[in-house]
């Protein structure tokens, strides 16, 4: 082997552009050492202060495009970083999911948190105690990832780091509402 293969393998991450690794990082965050998934799922709840962002048209086209751009980049960023994991991802993948997984979801990929906390939050109104049960529900769902959650981690090139994240989406989404339709029925001037 040459020095420059040897080089290239030593350092997978920077055969990555920028623009792959902006957006399979959240805009980077998911660099940051601990809970990773826990602050992607914060960047997805941030989009919900801008202007408009909830319409439910809007937020249509952001979860397609974000899927889309979140298959890609993220089955380019499992390709040069393998299943490397913080520390606390794998405390948390060890207790949760102990089985093992052939498709690497590194945990520096959060565009799959991103759009999952933006399913969390379809056509539901962005109060802040809206925001904050979306936000515990989904990153609940995203952990212990409900059937068919951890039967579509399996899936290859990307879809599997997304979909499961989908399904924790959509079961936030659901455990939301739910909580939503209870608290005002008790507490109507909170929302």
Do not use: C
């Not at 939050?121 to 769902?141: E, G, K, N, Y």
């Not at 399996?154 to 939503?180: C, E, F, H, K």
């Amino acid at each position: 082997m040459t020095t420059s293969e040897q080089d290239e393998r030593s350092k997978p991450e920077e055969r990555l552009s920028f623009f792959i690794r902006f957006i399979a990082t959240g805009f980077f965050s998911g660099y940051i050492p601990w809970a990773s998934g826990t602050f992607g799922s914060l960047v997805g709840a941030l989009f919900f202060f801008i202007p408009n962002f909830s319409n439910p048209i809007v937020l249509s086209i952001a979860i397609i495009i974000g899927l889309i751009a979140g298959v890609y980049t993220s089955a380019k960023v499992a390709e040069a970083e393998g299943d490397r994991l913080t520390k606390s991802a794998q405390r948390a993948k060890n207790r949760f999911q102990p089985e093992r997984h052939d498709t690497p979801d590194p945990s520096i990929v959060v565009i799959d948190e991103i759009v999952g906390m933006w399913i969390s939050m379809f056509a539901i109104h962005p109060s802040p105690v809206a925001l904050i049960i979306a936000f515990f529900a989904f990153r609940v769902f995203d952990i212990i990832k409900p059937y068919p959650a951890r039967q579509l981690e399996r899936y290859q090139n990307g879809w599997g780091i997304m979909l499961d994240d989908v399904i924790a989406g959509i079961y936030a989404n659901i455990s939301t509402r739910v909580l939503i339709a209870i608290l005002l029925s008790f507490f109507p001037a909170i929302f």
